[in-house]
């Protein structure tokens, strides 16, 4: 890369990093102006006022916004975010806890939803306007409109109501054998994997397609090559670029995909530690929960704008 390609990526991960403070900021507006007492949800109903006021003053409830806003960036940039009201535990053992669980559907997820949107938008920009790429954007449309709390309540009356195939519920402590796992990860992958293979397959199939429309294909096409080497020779290399670019994008819709599936399929992961956290009014759990959430939102766009600063010379100027 050369040093315009560099100071490029380096301003664009610096509006990141500003886009996190931002958000971080947000973050702790919108939970602290949520109604109730975070203190007196904790004690319950019966707590007496000299009981509230002994935890506020413990969990630093009662100082100034902006100084509680500084002691709580402060101990995410220190990996300390601070403690959970409803068991007394560190929020890091929480989320640690549940963190390798949402990674590992995260990962079933790609693994099974790259290759095989790669392969329906590269096959489709190949044969445009056939049947196959007919069918194949009507059944991307139809998906990308559907909700994923439809297709998981679906699945779940499909596959393990009616068919009794599948389990409803995704429990990973029992976990022993491949089949196991594949009984507990089948519908959460399945439900992710509808909305992210068609946003992936469209968007590959429209990078390939504006490849296969220029000067350097048509005249590899004049000089009579085969279409299937047309297309790995000299498209699909060129189209690597707004192909990763396409993928970031697809897998950041994973980070908001995750919180619906994982409560629906009462999922032991993040996601689901959110929501009962934000039922307990648990704002410490809450608060980091959600910059995890958009730490990783905004590192994927990051990563998509970086392969399109890239592997396109036209942004660098």
């Known amino acids: 890369?050369?040093?315009?390609?560099?100071?490029?990526?380096?301003?664009?991960?610096?509006?990141?990093?500003?886009?996190?403070?931002a958000v971080s900021v947000v973050i702790f507006t919108i939970t602290n102006l949520l109604p109730g007492d975070a203190a007196q949800a904790a004690l319950g109903?019966?707590?007496?006022?000299?009981?509230?006021?002994?935890?506020?003053?413990?969990?630093?409830?009662?100082?100034?916004?902006?100084?509680?806003?500084?002691?709580?960036?402060?101990?995410?940039?220190?990996?300390?975010?601070?403690?959970?009201m409803a068991n007394?535990?560190?929020?890091?053992?929480?989320?640690g806890s549940r963190l390798p669980n949402s990674l590992m559907l995260a990962a079933a997820t790609t693994v099974v939803s790259v290759p095989l949107a790669l392969a329906l938008g590269i096959v489709s920009?190949?044969?445009?306007?056939?049947?196959?790429?007919?069918?194949?954007?009507?059944?991307?449309?139809?998906?990308?409109?559907?909700?994923?709390?439809?297709?998981?309540?679906?699945a779940v009356l499909l596959f393990a109501v009616k068919l009794r195939w599948l389990s409803?519920?995704?429990?990973?402590?029992?976990?022993?054998?491949?089949?196991?796992?594949?009984?507990?990860?089948?519908?959460p992958v399945m439900t992710l994997c509808c909305v992210i293979v068609a946003q992936m397959a469209r968007m590959t199939r429209a990078a390939v397609i504006d490849q296969l429309n220029s000067s350097y294909v048509e005249m590899a096409r004049l000089k009579g090559v085969r279409p299937v080497r047309m297309v790995?020779?000299?498209?699909?290399p060129n189209a690597i670029g707004p192909i990763a670019n396409a993928v970031a994008l697809s897998?950041?819709?994973?980070?908001?995909?995750?919180?619906?599936?994982?409560?629906?399929?009462?999922?032991?992961?993040?996601?689901?530690?959110?929501?009962?956290?934000?039922?307990?009014?648990?704002m410490p759990v809450v608060q980091a929960c959600a910059m995890l959430f958009c730490a990783?939102?905004?590192?994927?766009?990051?990563?998509?704008?970086?392969?399109?600063?890239?592997?396109?010379?036209?942004?660098?100027?």
């Open 168 to 187: 409803a519920l995704s429990h990973t402590d029992d976990i022993a054998t491949f089949g196991q796992f594949l009984r507990t990860y089948a519908l």
């Open 232 to 236: 790995l020779s000299h498209a699909l």
């Open 251 to 282: 897998l950041a819709y994973l980070i908001g995909g995750v919180i619906i599936v994982e409560s629906i399929f009462n999922y032991p992961g993040i996601a689901s530690l959110m929501v009962d956290s934000v039922t307990m009014r648990d």
């Open 88 to 95: 007394g535990l560190p929020v890091t053992e929480l989320i």
């Open 296 to 317: 990783g939102y905004l590192v994927l766009l990051t990563v998509a704008d970086v392969c399109a600063i890239v592997s396109n010379p036209r942004l660098r100027k």
């Open 45 to 84: 109903q019966e707590a007496t006022p000299e009981l509230v006021a002994a935890l506020r003053a413990k969990l630093g409830l009662d100082l100034p916004a902006h100084v509680r806003y500084l002691h709580w960036l402060g101990g995410l940039l220190t990996g300390h975010p601070g403690v959970a």
């Open 1 to 21: 890369m050369n040093g315009t390609t560099v100071r490029l990526v380096l301003n664009r991960v610096g509006v990141g990093v500003l886009t996190l403070l």
């Open 125 to 154: 920009a190949m044969v445009r306007g056939s049947l196959f790429d007919r069918v194949v954007s009507v059944a991307t449309v139809w998906t990308v409109s559907v909700p994923e709390f439809l297709i998981a309540t679906l």
